[in-house]
């Protein structure tokens, strides 16, 4: 049991530590914030559920705290992309598809 | 011990950058990192509660406030 | 088993160093906010590893209430920044 929580908080850690260099070393705001919510949800929720089996009497208040974390990590990652794609911050020049500006498009063709 | 001094360390590289941007919204997301680590400590200093007050407040309610005054006025210092 | 909690805090303390990097660097508003956002989660589980390590109950409150209430702030910078200047 205290062996399966440890591998478990370590694979947690794990990917916290790829979401973090994933924001220092992807190219655009888009994929920073796919690789900053994505990868740091499910780093964090293992590590949470990890503590909570470590210390079977903690287990309830870590799974509320990975619930919520589950819950309110996505709000402001969808809005600060929503909002960086109104107010035009540029895609990399290695980009192959902008669905938004195709639709964009369209909509003025009518 | 060493991590005290890395968050104490990451705490002073964030106030200085938050008084040297240009920049103010960058500004104020700086200040907010600041609140979020002086957070951090005041745990490490074993007081929970005067953390969770700072966390409230500093997270939330600054930034919102500072957000606020900056669209009444001007985004860019020049 | 302390020992390789000591290098769980080590590995999340170098991530927090990368997103710092990004902070300072980052072009726009837009990548500092992504950063602040990657760095409130990444110490939430912080917290509750360090209230591991300390053997306290009452240490989980403060992740509760701050995986609760940290992405007001954030929303209402990504509403200023959606509306234009």
Redesign the interface.
């Known amino acids: 049991m205290?062996l399966f929580g440890?591998i478990i908080?370590?694979i947690?850690?794990?990917f916290?530590?790829l979401?973090?260099?994933g924001?220092?070393r992807l190219p655009d705001?888009y994929n920073?914030?796919q690789a900053?919510?994505k990868c740091?949800?499910l780093?964090?929720f293992l590590?949470?559920i990890g503590?909570g089996i470590?210390?079977p009497?903690?287990f309830w208040?870590?799974l509320?705290?990975a619930v919520?974390?589950l819950v309110?990590?996505p709000?402001?990652?969808h809005?600060?992309a929503?909002?960086?794609r109104?107010?035009g911050?540029p895609l990399c020049d290695r980009s192959v598809v902008d669905k938004t500006r195709e639709f964009e498009e369209y909509e003025e063709k009518g | 011990m060493i991590f005290v001094f890395l968050l104490v360390l990451l705490m002073l590289i964030a106030a200085i950058a938050a008084s040297i941007f240009k920049d103010l919204i960058s500004a104020v997301i700086a200040a907010a990192l600041v609140s979020l680590i002086a957070a951090i400590l005041f745990y490490l200093l074993q007081a929970p509660d005067v953390a969770m007050a700072e966390a409230a407040i500093g997270a939330a309610l600054v930034t919102v406030v500072f957000i606020i005054a900056i669209r009444r006025t001007k985004r860019f210092e020049e | 088993m302390n020992g390789t909690l000591i290098i769980f805090l080590a590995i999340i303390g170098a991530g927090l160093i990368l997103c710092f990097l990004r902070m300072l660097k980052g072009p726009t508003a837009s990548d500092r906010a992504v950063a602040v956002d990657t760095v409130t989660t990444t110490i939430v589980a912080l917290l509750v590893l360090l209230g591991f390590i300390f053997e306290r109950y009452v240490y989980l409150d403060v992740s509760l209430v701050y995986s609760m209430i940290s992405f007001v702030g954030l929303v209402a910078l990504a509403r200023f920044l959606e509306r234009g200047i």
């Open positions: 205290h440890v908080t370590g947690g850690t794990i916290l530590f979401g973090n260099l924001i220092l705001v920073r914030v900053g919510t740091t949800t780093g964090a590590t949470i503590v470590m210390q009497a903690w208040k870590a509320l705290i919520f974390i309110t990590n709000i402001p990652s809005a600060i929503r909002a960086s109104k107010s911050v």
